[in-house]
């Protein structure tokens, strides 16, 4: 079961900012939260991670709210390439040893307008 | 360069017969990932692997099989017993063993397409 709930879709326009929302209510101390996204027929790739801190890196920027149990992903300036499924996921860093269920949910499909 | 290679990339089966997707990995990771994905839906996780001959089901494992002889490779076998099949296929990895660092990402293959006619 995943432990993210995210919107099923959401629209933007070319060139304006894109505010991806994830709820976490469950998360633990240990929880990394990591997005994804996926273009169409392909494989998901990484987009970002944080901890408690917010995070910039070049495709994006992560917003964690101070009680961890909500995030936003924030495209700066969305182009047509961005229009993917974006997946938001927990990743436990405390579990070393041993293999994790890394599950997935629905995520979010978006759409950007030109 | 490093990566995870799934093979074939399109593998169409009469209904009734088995058959078996290949995931190989050069990235050294430990962990490896078997996810099922519908049209228009999000990932489902059918196995996963820590180390080599140990794996765990997953949410939907039932119909599929996979083996764990190398830390490369991590085959996924869909059997008869899978009544819908059809369905796109990925396999990813991960390396869990650096300590604390939340840099340990998935890496994902690039998918096979299974159709069953």
């Known amino acids: 079961d995943a432990k993210t709930t995210q919107p099923n879709s959401m629209e933007s326009n070319e060139e304006e900012p894109v505010h991806l929302p994830c709820n976490h209510s469950?998360?633990?101390?240990?929880?990394?939260i990591h997005w994804y996204r996926q273009l169409p027929s392909q494989g998901p790739e990484y987009v970002i991670h944080g901890l408690t801190s917010n995070v910039n890196n070049r495709m994006a920027s992560l917003a964690i709210a101070e009680d961890r149990k909500s995030s936003t992903l924030i495209l700066h300036r969305a182009t047509l390439r961005d229009a993917a499924v974006y997946y938001c996921?927990?990743?436990?860093?405390?579990?070393?040893?041993?293999?994790?269920?890394?599950?997935f949910g629905q995520g979010t499909r978006l759409t950007i307008n030109p | 360069d490093g990566g995870i290679t799934q093979s074939p990339k399109y593998l169409f089966r009469k209904e009734g017969q088995n058959v078996t997707l290949s995931c190989e990995q050069n990235l050294n990771h430990d962990a490896m990932y078997w996810y099922r994905q519908d049209p228009g839906q999000g990932l489902r996780l059918i196995y996963y692997?820590?180390?080599?001959?140990?794996?765990q089901k997953g949410d939907i494992a039932e119909g599929y099989s996979v083996s764990r002889e190398k830390k490369e490779s991590f085959p996924l076998t869909v059997t008869s017993a899978q009544k819908n099949p059809t369905a796109f296929y990925l396999c990813a990895s991960i390396n869990p063993r650096s300590p604390l660092s939340g840099a340990n990402v998935l890496t994902f293959g690039a998918g096979s397409r299974l159709t069953v006619l």
């Open positions: 469950t998360i633990s101390g240990t929880d990394y």
């Open positions: 692997s820590q180390i080599v001959n140990d794996f």
């Open positions: 996921i927990l990743r436990d860093e405390a579990l070393i040893q041993g293999a994790q269920k890394l599950v």
